[in-house]
Every structure is written in C-alpha cells, then in structure tokens.
C-alpha cells in the first residue's frame, strides 16, 4: 500500500528537511512545460526501463499532473514489485502550482 499527501504537506516537509525523493512520472512534453528542480524526471511511459532504480531505503514521493498517474505507479510499485516507502502527492504539479509555488507554470 501506499500513503497521500497534498503538495503543501510535501513542501511542508521538504522545507522542514526531510529527505524525500521526488519522482516526476509526467511525459517530456509536460515537463519542458513546468518541472520542479528537485524532482527526477522518469517518464510513466518508460516505467520497465527505471523502476528497479528506485530507492527501497528513502520515501519515494511520485506525482503527475493531477496526482492519477502518480497513485496508479504507486498502487503498481506496491501491489507488484513490493515498495512500502511510497507517497502520491495528491494535486500534482498543478496543485504545487496553486498553493506552494506559483512561479512554477500552469498548464
């Protein structure tokens, strides 16, 4: 299983230090778009290609453009490769956009 928390609970612990690893499963067309400088950009569409890199020791926080396909790669990564350190941010970078970072482009 995985665990949901909003982008302000994330910037709200990042900004406290916690070392979260942000994973950005968006496709490179969004990303040229808006991005977040501390985010790892791997897109969902080559998921076979990266997933094993994942960390297993450090939380993993996964998010897209609304928070969809980021829980659908954490209900995968939990059901059927095993991870339990997994966070969707719900909302998404649109969401971050809104309420943590508006200089990061709404699309």
């Known amino acids: ?20 690893l942000l994973v950005d499963v968006r496709e490179p067309t969004e990303w040229a778009i808006a991005s977040l400088d501390t985010s790892e950009q791997r897109a969902l569409s080559q998921i076979q290609t990266w997933w094993e890199t994942l ?23 939990a059901s059927q490769a095993g991870f339990t350190n997994l966070t969707n941010m719900e909302g998404g970078i649109d969401r971050w956009s809104l309420l943590v970072d508006n200089k990061v482009p709404r699309y």
Do not use: N
């Open 1 to 20: 299983m995985f665990k949901s928390q909003t982008a302000e609970e994330i910037a709200a612990r990042l900004a406290a230090g916690e070392d979260l």
């Open 55 to 77: 960390p297993r020791d450090r939380e993993v926080v996964v998010f897209c453009h609304h928070g969809a396909r980021s829980a659908q790669v954490c209900a995968a990564l």
